[in-house]
C-alpha cells in the first residue's frame, strides 16, 4: 500500500544529519532508488516509511502527511445537497485563491463568506509561502489570551494568522496557525 510521506522532511532531516542519498540508504537498509523516489515523489510503503523513520530515530507517525479529516454527508439529502455544493465550491475557491497568490494553505475545515471576498481556514492551518512570492509581514497588538496574530500582506491577498509560529522551509517560508482569515484585497 502505498503511503504520502513528508519529503520535504526526509530531504531535511537527510541534510541535518549531513548525510548523502546514498549513506540514508545504508543506514536504512532502504535502495538508492527508493530513496530518491520517495524525496522527490512522497511515495513510499509502510515498511519504507519504518525503516526511513528508524534511522531517523522518530515516530513513524511523524514522516506521513496528514490529509484533513473527510466531510460526514447527512442523510437528509437537502442539507446533503447543500453539504457537497458548499465543498466544490470551497475547493475551487480555495484552488483560485492560493493559485493567484501563489501560496499554499492546507487546513481540517474552512469557510466561505457569503460575498465570496474572505476565507477562514481552522485547525492546523498550515501555510506556505514561497520563496519567489512578495509579501510583507506583522505582528498585531493583541490583548487576548489567542497568542499573537501576524498579518500577511501580497499582491491582492491579506491574511491574519491567530497563534502563529513561523519556520524557514527550503521552498520558502511556513507558517503554521489556529486559523488563518483571508481576504482577496489587501487592506
Avoid at 29 to 44: A, K, P
Avoid at 77 to 85: C, E, H, K, N, R
Avoid at 99 to 106: F, K, L, M, Y
Wanted: hydrophobic share 40%; proline share 2%.
Amino acid at each position: 500500500m502505498e503511503m504520502k510521506i513528508n519529503s520535504e522532511l526526509v530531504v531535511k532531516l537527510r541534510r541535518e544529519k549531513g548525510w548523502s542519498q546514498q549513506h540514508l540508504s545504508l543506514v536504512s537498509g532502504v535502495s538508492l532508488r527508493t530513496i530518491q523516489r520517495v524525496e522527490n515523489e512522497g511515495n513510499t510503503s509502510i515498511e519504507t516509511l519504518k525503516s526511513l523513520a528508524s534511522a531517523f530515530e522518530l515516530d513513524f507517525k511523524n514522516l506521513i502527511i496528514k490529509s484533513p479529516k473527510p466531510y460526514r454527508l447527512l442523510k437528509n439529502s437537502v442539507t446533503s445537497f447543500a453539504l457537497l455544493f458548499s465543498l466544490v465550491v470551497s475547493i475551487f475557491l480555495t484552488s483560485s485563491t492560493t493559485a493567484s497568490t501563489g501560496i499554499e494553505i492546507q487546513a481540517e475545515k474552512l469557510t466561505i463568506s457569503r460575498d465570496k471576498k474572505e476565507t477562514t481556514y481552522m485547525g492546523n492551518v498550515i501555510m506556505v509561502i514561497p520563496s519567489a512570492v512578495p509579501f510583507e509581514i506583522s505582528t498585531i497588538e493583541n490583548h487576548s489570551s489567542e497568542g499573537y496574530q501576524l498579518k500577511i500582506t501580497t499582491d491582492g491577498s491579506s491574511f491574519l494568522a491567530l497563534d502563529a509560529r513561523i519556520t524557514r522551509v527550503d521552498n520558502g517560508l511556513e507558517v503554521r496557525a489556529v486559523e488563518v482569515y483571508a481576504s482577496n484585497a489587501t487592506e
